[in-house]
Nanobody
Framework: QVQLVESGGGLVQAGGSLRVSCVAS????????MGWFRQVPGKEREFVAA????????YYADFAKGRFTISRDKAKRTVFLQMNSLKAEDTALYYC?????????????????WGQGTQVTVSS
């Protein structure tokens, strides 16, 4: 079992940067692939970025490429999403997710564990 808690969301101006974090607790984080998703009211949750259990492979949604970076610190059991050049359309509730597995995963149904989300609001 893995528990996930996000933090670091907030209000930022367009063009600014923000880093959100996700701390994991539980026995099996070391073999847990992680991902970030986001959701706005009335829309489906969408994939943002994913990272393999060892951090060796990452994958991004098209809108995130070149602006967002996913990383993980195994010692701190934390996954980060660094977001630069933020736009108003990046405003959403950001969730981290985890699952056991050797690869990266991009579908919501692929993930077993979910955090409660952290709100990111970008003002234009």
């Amino acid at each position: 079992q893995v528990q996930l808690v996000e933090s670091g969301g907030g209000l930022v101006q367009a063009g600014g940067s923000l880093r959100v974090s996700c701390v994991a607790s539980g026995r099996t984080f070391s073999r847990t692939a992680m991902g970030w998703f986001r959701q706005v009211p009335g829309k489906e949750r969408e994939f943002v970025a994913a990272i393999s259990w060892n951090g060796g492979t990452t994958y991004y949604a098209d809108f995130a490429k070149g602006r967002f970076t996913i990383s993980r610190d195994k010692a701190k059991r934390t996954v980060f999403l660094q977001m630069n050049s933020l736009k108003a359309e990046d405003t959403a509730l950001y969730y981290c997710a985890g699952r056991q597995g050797d690869y990266y995963y991009i579908e919501t149904d692929d993930y077993t564990y979910w955090g409660q989300g952290t709100q990111v609001t970008v003002s234009s």
